[in-house]
């Protein structure tokens, strides 16, 4: 069993900056991928950004690139999701996944049903 630990998150003003981490801990080494998705009241989770842990590939939604960076630590099993220019239509519940399989055999890396693991979540607050 693998668990997910979040942190980071919380309050701050359009333009401003946060820092998110998730580590995996427990059955971690088979894992692949490592990454985030959030969550708006009334909408659907979507991907944010996910990264290989063997080959350091990220992917990224449209909507957060050239903004929000994703970065891996594989000594200690942690990515960190650092943003920038932050506006209030990123504020959301954000949830670290984690995915064992490599190829994605087609599907894209962006739906929530290709993870295996998920962190309880952790709130972003965007005040404009």
């Known amino acids: 069993q693998v668990q997910l630990v979040e942190s980071g998150g919380g309050s701050v003003q359009a333009g401003g900056s946060l820092r998110l981490s998730c580590a995996a801990a427990?059955?971690?080494?088979?894992?692949?991928?490592m990454g985030w998705f959030r969550q708006a009241p009334g909408k659907e989770r979507e991907g944010v950004a996910v990264?290989?842990?063997?080959?350091?590939?990220?992917y990224y939604a449209d909507s957060v690139k050239d903004r929000f960076t994703i970065s891996q630590d594989n000594a200690k099993m942690t990515v960190t999701l650092q943003m920038n220019s932050l506006k209030p239509e990123d504020a959301a519940m954000y949830f670290c996944a984690a995915r064992n399989q490599y190829s994605w055999y087609g599907r894209s890396w962006s739906s929530d049903r290709e993870y295996d693991y998920w962190g309880q979540g952790t709130q972003v607050l965007v005040s404009s």
């Open positions: 427990g059955y971690s080494y088979a894992i692949e991928y």
């Open positions: 990264i290989s842990l063997t080959f350091g590939t990220t």
